[in-house]
T-cell receptor, first 114, second 115 residues
Framework: EPEVTQTPSHQVTQMGQEVILRCVPI?????FYWYRQILGQKVEFLVS????????KSEIFDDQFSVERPDGSNFTLKIRSTKLEDSAMYFC????????????FGQGTRLTVV | AQSVAQPEDQVNVAEGNPLTVKCTYS??????LFWYVQYPNRGLQFLLK??????LVKGSYGFEAEFNKSQTSFHLKKPSALVSDSALYFCAVRPPGGATNKLIFGTGTLLAVQP
């Protein structure tokens, strides 16, 4: 069964450092997403990406965040200067075109900012 | 504002008993509704969805959910709980007419099934 894969599974970084979280969505999917889950809280939408550009972003997704699809398979989330409050589980997801289709999520990357 | 509510932080049920995990939503129009399950240190796994049609939808692992438009609810149910069903369950809604297929999640309900 196809799946979304994320690397690394856990990243520890110092405050102020840049991090890049990586995702390989399902190959025939067209929409790509990043969500985050702060420990003990709900899953929150960050950004969606379609046709090589951001299609929607939340208020959380400020100038410190960026996304990129550098090649035909990878989808990355970059945090330019991490803050303590960026510590969370970050999930990548992908869907096909149809709005009724379910999103497939990766296993997540646990980011710890110290 | 668009939102999803899961009023119970935790649901406790004995193995073999029926279970219900509640979800209500506040979204204009006719949203698409989803349930996801999260096991410890794992990602979100899709369980089932309601798009249109029959209000009772069946999904993975014997779970089902009933869509009630008048009550704006989408409660998750299972006739006979298993210990292995113990996990965190998230209800999610996809608002209609959006530019993308983003999901709005509830806060999650921890299901604990006792043997």
């Amino acid at each position: 069964e196809p799946e979304v894969t994320q690397t690394p599974s856990h990243q520890v970084t110092q405050m102020g450092q840049e991090v890049i979280l990586r995702c390989v969505p399902i190959s025939n999917h067209l929409y790509f997403y990043w969500y985050r889950q702060i420990l003990g809280q709900k899953v929150e939408f960050l950004v969606s990406f379609y046709n090589n550009e951001i299609s929607e972003k939340s208020e959380i997704f400020d100038d410190q965040f960026s996304v990129e699809r550098p090649d035909g398979s990878n989808f990355t989330l970059k945090i330019r200067s991490t803050k303590l409050e960026d510590s969370a589980m970050y999930f990548c997801a992908s869907t096909t075109r149809g709005s009724g289709t379910e999103a497939f999520f990766g296993q997540g990357t646990r980011l710890t900012v110290v | 504002a668009q939102s999803v509510a899961q009023p119970e932080d935790q649901v406790n049920v004995a193995e073999g008993n029926p279970l219900t995990v509640k979800c209500t939503y506040s979204v204009s129009g006719n949203p698409y509704l989803f349930w996801y399950v999260q096991y410890p240190n794992r990602g979100l796994q899709f369980l089932l969805k309601y798009i249109t049609g029959d209000n009772l939808v069946k999904g993975s692992y014997g779970f089902e959910a009933e869509f009630n438009k008048s009550q704006t609810s989408f409660h998750l149910k299972k006739p006979s709980a298993l210990v292995s069903d113990s996990a965190l369950y998230f209800c999610a809604v996809r608002p209609p007419g959006g530019a993308t297929n983003k999901l709005i999640f509830g806060t999650g309900t921890l299901l604990a099934v006792q043997p």
